[in-house]
């Protein structure tokens, strides 16, 4: 049954965000999630508004992003390989921080044994 229904991919858009551009926006938008988890009140209160960040950061506008995600969502594969791409991106930044942390304890303990 669902074989015979047809659905019809969006057009591409005359302004199609670039795939690599698409990961890191959409890597930065995660970001920007975890940030509103654990620091809502914080973010609320500076008056951020962390998509309109995003797009000034990119030069793009939210109808340009809502066209470029719906056409690269309409094909399952390709969707996938982006947020794949996304998630080793925000895996790659959490090594690096996490090594700065480290690189940080292990100064910070030199320094308190002098």
């Known amino acids: 049954m669902a074989s015979c229904q047809k659905i ?3 057009a591409k858009p005359d ?16 970001l920007f999630n975890a ?20 797009y000034k950061k990119f030069g793009i506008d939210s109808i340009q992003f ?3 995600n719906n056409y690269y969502g309409a094909d399952i594969a390709k969707y996938l ?6 998630q080793a991106k925000l ?8 090594k700065e942390i480290n690189e940080t304890k292990i100064q910070d ?4 044994q002098q």
């Open 66 to 68: 809502v066209e470029s």
């Open 15 to 30: 302004n199609l965000i670039p795939e690599d551009q698409m990961v890191d926006i959409i890597a930065e938008i995660f």
């Open 109 to 112: 303990s030199l320094k308190s």
């Open 81 to 86: 390989e982006i947020h794949q791409k996304v």
């Open 91 to 98: 895996e790659a930044a959490k090594k690096e921080v996490e």
């Open 35 to 54: 940030a509103k988890f654990n620091y809502k009140a914080l973010i609320e209160d500076s008056g951020v508004v962390p998509d309109e960040i995003i």
């Open 8 to 10: 019809e991919r969006p």
